[in-house]
């Protein structure tokens, strides 16, 4: 039974990587459960065995890929030290998944896919909503820390101390304007990763200087 358990999961995460990649390169609305099952080597009654149907196959992917793909460059922000080197850090890390790391850039090509196709009225808004409750997250988690209320202390720099954040008069403003970037950048890499901007300080400096008071 155990055993059993884990080849379900194990087709499962097949799966969603597979439609993972199938979503970001063909688009949702031209992929078919078919598509998928060919992908991961597996029947299609496979697929429909985890999935209902495609909505949920493509909500899936969104909410198991979302945190385990970006939590790695996130964590860039959580660690010790002065807030802008943080910062920068966070950006030059975002440019090098794009660059490197193909389940980072298939990810953020079909959540920033704006419309989940017309052919598929049922379900546009349960994609919507999971690409919604996703940059939402990142806007608050940008916000927070440009607020320099990291860790609940009120302090930027992780020392305890309550000093302002880097942006501390204008933090929704300044979050904005990063999360766009972010956007941009991945819309960029979705084309062509040789778009983007150089992968160090210098590729960074403008929505660096953009955050600063």
Request: proline content about 5%; glycine content about 10%; charged content about 20%.
């Amino acid at each position: 039974m155990r055993r059993t358990a884990e080849e379900a999961a194990q087709t499962k995460a097949a799966l969603l990587e597979a439609a993972l990649f199938q979503f970001a390169e063909h688009g949702v609305a031209a992929t078919k459960l078919a598509d998928v099952a060919q992908r991961a080597g597996l029947t299609r009654g496979a697929v429909y065995h985890h999935f209902t149907d495609k909505t949920a196959l493509y909500a899936a992917v969104i909410a198991n890929s979302w945190d385990s793909v970006t939590a790695p460059v996130w964590a860039v922000l959580d660690s010790d030290g002065p807030v802008e080197d943080r910062l920068r850090e966070f950006l030059v890390a975002w440019l090098r998944r794009l660059r490197e790391d193909r389940h980072f850039r298939a990810l953020l090509t079909i959540t920033l896919n704006a419309s989940y196709g017309p052919d598929q009225p049922e379900g546009i808004s349960d994609g919507r909503a999971s690409k919604s409750y996703g940059l939402a997250d990142w806007l608050q988690r940008l916000e927070t820390f440009l607020a320099g209320k990291r860790g609940g202390d009120g302090g930027g720099n992780g020392d305890g101390a309550g000093h302002r954040g880097i942006h501390a008069d204008d933090p929704s403003g300044a979050a904005a304007g990063i999360l766009a970037w972010l956007c941009g950048t991945a819309l960029l890499a979705a084309t062509d990763p040789d778009l983007l901007p150089p992968s160090d300080a210098s590729g960074v400096a403008l929505p660096l200087r953009g955050a600063l008071p």
